[in-house]
């Protein structure tokens, strides 16, 4: 047998061998666009929809309305998780949601934080408590009429009769990530965010927690995009319904809701 033989066998045996190799060897990447609140959930349940599947997941992290925005412009989404029903829906309206992949992920609630040596509890129900607490300083926030825990954050701070007097002071950001980062780094004294967010930087504390009841429900809808990979999409959204991945989101501080 001549070398040539050899190598020809060698390539045809690799190439059937590559023909007849299972479908479960194969993996596929697909591009989450998700709420920026959940980087430190989605770090670990991407690692462990990799090891289950095989399958990777790319996470892009913003507000949920860029997000939406993007997606409506044709951004190469395969999956949208966004921190409130409202851009889920206006996907939806737009025809790019794929038919009944929608579902509630998980539940959040709000808090107020301050740098952590300076964190003495602050009483929502005393009127003007915040005007007070802030002084001439900004008050941290995401953007307030396109950013979930920016709207959420102004109806509840309206609720509690605690917006009056501050609302020229709201430092609005891009997203909630980077409102906790103003207050981490001492830019600002008080931030609204998530509790997640509060649990996931060491550098805040929560201050008072804002009751569920002055503001909207906060849920996170997830489902596939259209014409993304089908087939990848659909079992990152199982995963995410998994009691391995619940247990991750529980971890970070995330609430369980039905279905």
């Given at each position: 047998m001549?070398?040539?033989t ?6 045809l045996?690799?190439l ?52 939406a925005?993007?997606?409506q412009?044709g951004?190469?989404a ?8 409202g ?16 579902f509630n ?7 107020l934080?301050?740098?952590?040596d300076?964190?003495?509890p602050?009483d929502?129900?005393?009127?003007g408590?915040?005007?007070k ?15 979930p ?10 609720n509690?009769?605690q ?11 891009d997203?909630?990530?980077?409102a ?16 997640s ?5 060491p ?7 804002i009751?569920?009841?002055?503001h909207?429900p906060?849920v996170y ?25 619940q ?9 369980a809701?039905?279905g």
């Amino acid at each position: 047998m001549t070398p040539y033989t050899g190598l020809k066998r060698m390539v045809l045996g690799t190439l059937c061998a590559l023909f007849f190799m299972p479908a479960t060897a194969w993996s596929d990447t697909i591009v989450v666009f998700a709420a920026s609140s959940l980087k430190t959930a989605l770090d670990e349940v991407t690692v462990g929809f990799a090891a289950a599947t095989e399958h990777k997941a790319v996470v892009s992290l913003a507000g949920s309305s860029a997000l939406a925005r993007q997606i409506q412009l044709g951004a190469p989404a395969d999956v949208f998780i966004s921190a409130n029903a409202g851009w889920m829906d206006v996907l939806e309206a737009d025809d790019l949601v794929t038919p009944h992949t929608r579902f509630n992920l998980v539940g959040n609630k709000l808090v107020l934080v301050a740098p952590a040596d300076e964190a003495a509890p602050l009483d929502l129900n005393t009127s003007g408590s915040v005007a007070k607490r802030l002084g001439d300083r900004p008050l941290a926030m995401a953007l307030v009429k396109a950013v979930p825990a920016g709207i959420y954050g102004k109806q509840a701070l309206e609720n509690l009769q605690q917006w009056q007097g501050i609302s020229a002071q709201v430092a609005q950001t891009d997203n909630v990530r980077a409102a906790l980062a103003l207050v981490a780094m001492d830019e600002a004294p008080l931030g609204v965010v998530y509790a997640s967010d509060a649990q996931a930087d060491p550098r805040v504390a929560v201050v008072a927690d804002i009751p569920a009841t002055a503001h909207a429900p906060i849920v996170y809808p997830a489902a596939a995009i259209k014409g993304g990979n089908d087939a990848a999409s659909l079992a990152f959204l199982r995963y995410l319904r998994s009691a391995e991945a619940q247990a991750a989101f529980a971890t970070q501080g995330f609430l369980a809701v039905g279905g």
